[in-house]
């Protein structure tokens, strides 16, 4: 009698387990327990007075006839929908929406394609499928979705900055960080890499550029991750015409963090450098790091600032003036900035809600702000650019990631500077640079 009961409490409990709307067992726990109860009821369930009228209740079999469709067409259609409307969670009348979709699908995929294919030979399905992964191929090769979107992008009517927005956007959205040197004047670095026992990991990070000023005397080396290669874009309109600025070296590699354990060679190579080549100005630019975020419990023996101060020191005291580029507060699409706003501006969907507050983001890095704030006493030679203020200036309290005035993305990603948001920066690297370069042509002299 329980044995036959059995599968029916399973069941429900199944189903009680996979629709509660709240959730009493953690993720992991509850995938667990669905799985192994459904194991028992498929085990179970075979004798056949063990099934109940549940089991073979004719919606709840014919639901679990077109299971596996709706398995595989639940995803493509979830996705589809969120990049559709560029979200980044589903709120409930659009979870409700794709499961109509899905459903409907499902239902019209079981009753033909389906049946069709378990009734046919294998070298069939095997053709066709083989013919839809062609097919698929092709469309990528050749762009076809991107194709289809300039499509649409030509039937809608739109005035001028929008339709040159939506090329800006579209263009910046595949921006490639890793093959290409910051500018084409900044070249190959054969006297760096030597400065280096020969270190090179990505070239295109690993360049140098000299103005040609007959006079000049000043030397930079900026140092960093993918964050630092950026701004070489917006150091070298500020310092084209400078007449003390003699050379600007980039030596870079994209993800590396100082004090996390990661890209050892790379950061001693780093140190090699900056100790044999006696820059007057560095500047370290990167973001993020987990160590120099995570909670103060006394600031006297913190080890995350006493590694920082350390890894800081061959920097500081090989050259005359550090720069340290603060954080700055990145976006949160799903898909990046200037993706976001070029799938927007084409279905002219509002763009109010690309943008956070400033104040939650100084909250959250408020441990990385104080360490931040001991390295003076360490060295009086550091100067902090606070690069967050003049990204979150526009309209107080809030970081908007793109430029209201010509719908032009902030971020090509979520983080990485577009034009647009490197210029924002300008006034501040032109103050801190020019002020530098006087300095340190005054102490030469
Ligand atoms: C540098 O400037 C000098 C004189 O102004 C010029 O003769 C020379 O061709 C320039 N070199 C480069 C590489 O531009
Ligand atoms: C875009 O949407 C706004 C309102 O959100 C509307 O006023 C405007 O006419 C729309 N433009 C086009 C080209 O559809
Ligand atoms: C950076 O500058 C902004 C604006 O001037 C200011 O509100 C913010 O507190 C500064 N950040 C830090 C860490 O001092």
Sequence with gaps: VILSSLPTILTLLLFALS?????????????ASTIAAAAAVIVLGRVEERQSSLLSNRLIVYLGDISYVVYLVHWPVAIMWKSYWDLQELPLKDILICLSITFLVSILIHHTLEQKFITASTTVSFIVVGVIYILMLGAVVFSLPQHLNSAVETKVPMDQIVAEAIKWNERESHTRYYNQRPFRECVNDPEGKKMRD????????????KPNHT?????ILVVGNSISHRSMKILRPILENNQDLKEIRLFAHSACEPIEPHCGAFFAAMMKLVERSQPDITFLIYDNSKRLREDIVDISTDKPLADFVDFLKPLTTNSKYLVLDEFYPNALTTAGVAASMYKRLLRNQSLDDLKRQYEPFLDSYSFYFRRLDQLRAHYPNLIRHNTSGPMCAEQPGWCWWYNRKNLHAYFTDNLHLTADGLELERKSYKKIVEDLIQKAKKDKN
């Design 198 to 209: 020969g270190f090179s990991q990505q070239p295109a990070y690993e360049c140098i550029w």
């Design 19 to 31: 629709l509660s709307p709240i959730s009493f067992l953690p993720n992991e726990v509850l995938r």
């Design 215 to 219: 006079q000049a005397s000043v030397s």
